[in-house]
């Protein structure tokens, strides 16, 4: 009894994998890119917001892979998709009643619209105290005496009444200032001016000392108007967080500093501000210092940043951006390598065709597909997507359309070198037919540009499926698609989540498929370490 023979690698396809094996780094991304793409096969046993198991009443039911109607599991009689997670929350699953539900590790799908109520305990208030600088006014005449005051009380500490008191013995100007109200007495033009002073018995108590701008009048003033502003210190300003439970979330340090008065009045405000979406808070007085207050409500609104149970954020739609680049990630690769495979096995016939028959043959191919490669490919694109409507198997065939091309002329190219060969005129002398000579013969001596090219058109595809997806002409929505993402991110550019994780998806993909194609052309290099000799 005779057994059919093992399969082998042939010895120079074995000298080349151990070429390519040797370069850890394309080995490694060979590795990492394979099993990314595993992954993405499986991605229902990761994400999914329908259960991986149900038992019900004794039964099994397997939602993920089956579709059962929602009468079901809950003898509605309707025949409409069950919603899982409320059914898994009513009391027919409660626990103890024998029935249970089993969800993925990630149960969020990349079609599932949350529901905003279920970010409620993400919510939280932040409430800013900002000192509030006190401003007063003094008028001043001609000696330096102040005339009027108004609100100046903080100013001048320890005196009931600064009326008729020298300016220069609480807040010392200096030449300058002096100058400048000199000017304005002698009825010149002069222009603003500021000046930071500290007081003369009390240095940490300091102001900003300013004049506006003076025009000349019609006679001379009698007195000229000063500003004080208080010099806040920005320590004295207050961040806090707070979650629904008014537990502080950050600032804590700061605010258990606070008199336990002023945390009082904090944590009312933040519980005011959980319950009534608009209130204007009155200032808090902290230490003598008046503080304007602010409480922010991070309102449930799409697109939301990354939380805990989101950790990628959610996209303008209320969908989970993890699991749509999850499922963007297996659909980008199987786009790219369905394509390449059919453009590479398209390129290769015609290519053949017209290297092994040459001539008049390969004359006429060569004119038609120059023809051809000078039509538009968007405006097909366009055409073909208006009257059939876009979707993965028609943008597949538009893009086959062309992409076959830039390999035809590399096979063609092997296939006029190889077929005058002596191996190839043995060949023809036997009588092997030429369609067995170009497959058995000449094809696996010329499959080193298919080999070499194969990665880096991967990547090519990937990137033109994103790139299409971004300008709108490529999967209908709502296909989870990295390029879609990316043309959220156009109209919430605020929203920094639509940018990094499907821009970094697609760096990671394209950068391992770069590093496979320089591990394969480099293993296929006949003279790996040669170098020019000058």
Request: hydrophobic residues 45%; charged residues 20%; positive net charge.
């Amino acid at each position: 009894m005779k057994f059919p023979r093992r399969w082998t690698l042939n010895p120079v396809a074995r000298k080349r994998w151990r070429r390519f094996r040797a370069n850890k780094r394309a080995f490694r991304s060979l590795v990492l890119l394979g099993g990314l793409y595993l992954l993405s096969l499986g991605a229902e046993l990761i994400c999914n917001n329908r259960p991986l198991l149900v038992i019900q009443e004794g039964r099994m039911y397997f939602p993920f892979l089956v579709y059962y109607p929602d009468d079901t599991f809950t003898g509605s009689g309707l025949q409409t998709r069950p919603d899982y997670k409320a059914i898994a929350r009513s009391e027919r699953f409660a626990e103890g009643s024998g029935n249970h539900m089993v969800f993925a590790l990630f149960p969020y799908g990349p079609y599932e619209i949350l529901d905003p109520d279920s970010l409620r305990d993400e919510e939280s208030v932040t409430v800013k105290l900002r000192p509030r600088p006190r401003v007063a006014s003094i008028s001043v005449d001609r000696e330096g005496r102040i005339t009027r005051a108004l609100a100046a009380e903080s100013f001048f500490p320890g005196q009931e009444g600064v009326t008729g008191s020298k300016l220069s013995i609480f807040w010392p100007v200096n030449e300058a200032f002096r100058d400048a109200m000199e000017a304005r007495f002698e009825n010149r033009e002069a222009g603003e001016i500021r000046m930071e002073l500290n007081h003369a018995a009390n240095p940490s108590l300091s102001a900003e000392l300013s004049m506006s701008r003076f025009r000349p009048r019609s006679r001379p003033p009698e007195d000229v108007r000063i500003t004080f502003r208080e010099q806040v210190d920005v320590g004295r300003a207050y961040s806090i967080v707070f979650n629904h439970a008014l537990e502080t979330i950050d600032g804590g340090d700061g605010f258990a500093k606070l008199p336990a008065k002023v945390q009082a009045q904090v944590r009312q405000l933040a519980e005011t501000r959980f319950r009534e979406p608009l209130f204007s808070p009155d200032p808090i007085e902290i230490a003598g210092v008046s503080h304007d207050v602010e409480a922010d409500l991070n309102d449930i609104q799409w697109p939301y940043p990354p939380v805990g149970k989101h950790w990628m954020g959610i996209d303008s739609a209320g969908r989970d951006v993890f699991a749509r680049i999850l499922y963007g990630l297996r659909i980008s690769m199987t786009f790219g390598l369905l394509l390449v495979s059919v453009t590479m096995l398209l390129g290769t016939l015609i290519g053949a065709i017209q290297g092994y028959y040459g001539g008049r043959t390969d004359m006429l191919g060569q004119r038609l597909i120059e023809i051809w490669s000078a039509v538009p490919f968007l405006y097909v694109m366009i055409l073909i997507g208006s009257v059939y409507g876009r979707g993965f198997g028609i943008l597949l065939f538009c893009y086959g359309l062309f992409n076959w091309i830039g390999i035809s002329y590399y096979m063609r190219a092997e296939f006029l070198r190889l077929r005058h060969r002596p191996f190839v005129e043995s060949a023809r002398c036997l009588g092997i037919p030429a369609h067995k000579i170009m497959l058995r013969h000449i094809l696996p001596n010329a499959l080193a540009p298919i080999i070499t090219f194969f990665p880096f058109s991967l990547v090519g595809a990937i990137d033109a499926l994103a790139v299409l997806d971004y300008l709108g002409f490529g999967l209908p929505p709502p296909t989870p698609s990295w390029g879609e993402l990316l043309h959220q991110a156009q109209s919430f550019r605020w929203a920094w989540w639509l940018i990094l994780y499907p821009t970094a998806a697609l760096f990671v993909v394209m950068l391992l498929g770069v590093f496979i194609g320089e591990g394969v052309r480099d293993a296929n290099d006949p003279k790996p370490f040669s170098r020019m000799v000058g």
